[in-house]
């Protein structure tokens, strides 16, 4: 599988911001959606934010205007800017790329952990 590279996560209080980056070892991101997902302790993953290949975000409720998803198919690179950050936004982060019947093409591997206090 091709390899994902996770940066920008840490520790920030709540109302603060951060910017998730996700790079690809291979061009995956191009012509296929992309996605960042999270999985808190005992929790199952969850996508929060979906790019279709026409450039058409989604959002789940629970961060809906609060964060955008974003991709620079030139660098093999998508971005989570995350802002009026939440302690429930408390979760590993990942990212990937899915094909039309939804299989992802990269490694999920460790993700990004991002920690949000009160």
């Known amino acids: 599988q091709v390899q994902l590279v996770l940066s920008g996560g840490g520790l920030v209080q709540a109302g603060g911001s951060l910017r998730l980056s996700c790079e690809a070892s291979?061009?995956?991101?191009?012509?296929?959606?992309v996605a960042w997902y999270r999985q808190a302790p005992g929790q199952q993953r969850e996508a929060v934010a979906m790019?279709?290949?026409?450039?058409?975000?989604h959002y789940p409720d629970p961060v809906k205007g609060r964060f955008t998803i974003s991709r620079d198919n030139a660098k093999n690179t998508v971005f989570l800017q995350m802002n009026n950050l939440k302690p429930e936004d408390t979760a590993v982060y990942y990212c990937?790329?899915?094909?039309?019947?939804?299989?992802?093409?990269?490694?999920w591997g460790q993700g990004t952990q991002v920690t949000v206090s009160s």
């Open positions: 990937n790329a899915l094909t039309y019947y939804g299989v992802a093409l990269g490694s």
């Open positions: 790019m279709t290949t026409s450039g058409t975000p």
């Open positions: 291979e061009n995956i991101f191009s012509g296929n959606t």
